[in-house]
């Protein structure tokens, strides 16, 4: 788990209640985040042209570098959360 990144989501998404975080071990030293939102939030955690989610996986990349000392990477995916 990454602290900083998941609360860096939370501040960026309105509805907290509709937002799931997971992380999950591909193999080793890769390890996939899936960001769950509400479909009102999906704009904010996209951005125009993508903007937004391309930051956010340059941060991930780096937090989770600095975490595991550089032993892991870690990849972004963002979804729609089904109701």
């Known amino acids: 788990m990454l602290p900083a990144f998941d609360q860096l989501i939370g501040a960026i ?3 907290e209640g509709k937002l799931a975080i997971t992380y999950r071990d591909l193999s080793i030293g890769e390890v996939l985040v899936t960001v769950q939102a509400g479909a009102r939030d999906m704009g904010r955690l996209i951005g125009r042209s993508g ?3 391309d930051s956010l996986r340059v941060i991930i990349s ?3 570098y600095k975490e595991s000392g550089g032993q892991k990477r870690y990849s972004l995916e963002i979804k729609n959360k089904i109701q």
């Open 13 to 15: 998404v309105a509805d």
């Open 62 to 64: 780096a937090i989770g």
């Open 51 to 53: 903007k937004v989610a």
